[in-house]
């Protein structure tokens, strides 16, 4: 996207007490600029911030139990046979994917 040129000037008035609130605003968003802070929300009319440890947490479950799905894989082809314990143990983990995957849909429904 090509940047735009920015050259019209906008200013407002807020007292003091409008100014410290906009600014805790803008820093529980993680902005650094009170000028990028000001024109998303004038523009686009709110600002929010993604949290990423759940999508994260459940990229990582994944790629354990895919690497598990692969170890049990090469073992059955190897001796013909796997134990009940390592089936357990990915069913436990697809538990917890699936239970971090709800809470993040979850959360996702909570900025409609």
Same mark, same amino acid.
């Given at each position: 996207?090509? $940047? !735009?040129?920015?050259?019209?000037?906008?200013?407002? +008035?807020?007292?003091?007490? !409008?100014? !410290? =609130?906009?600014?805790?605003?803008? &820093?529980?968003?993680?902005?650094?600029? $009170?000028?990028?802070? *000001?024109?998303? $929300?004038?523009?686009?009319?709110? =600002?929010?911030?993604?949290?990423?440890?759940?999508?994260?947490?459940?990229?990582?479950? /994944?790629?354990? =139990?895919?690497?598990? /799905?692969?170890?049990?894989?090469?073992?059955?082809?190897?001796?013909?046979?796997?134990?009940?314990?390592?089936?357990?143990? *990915?069913? #436990? +983990? /697809?538990? #917890?994917?699936?239970?971090?995957?709800? &809470?993040?849909?979850? $959360?996702?429904?909570?900025? +409609?």
């Amino acid at each position: 996207m090509e $940047m !735009e040129n920015r050259d019209v000037m906008l200013h407002f +008035r807020v007292s003091q007490s !409008e100014a !410290e =609130c906009i600014r805790k605003k803008m &820093e529980e968003q993680g902005y650094h600029s $009170m000028s990028a802070y *000001l024109r998303k $929300m004038a523009v686009d009319g709110f =600002c929010f911030r993604i949290d990423y440890d759940y999508p994260r947490k459940i990229s990582s479950l /994944l790629r354990r =139990c895919g690497n598990n /799905l692969n170890q049990y894989a090469r073992a059955a082809n190897a001796s013909g046979s796997i134990y009940t314990a390592d089936i357990q143990d *990915l069913q #436990e +983990r /697809l538990e #917890e994917i699936w239970k971090n995957q709800k &809470e993040s849909l979850q $959360m996702l429904a909570a900025f +409609r």
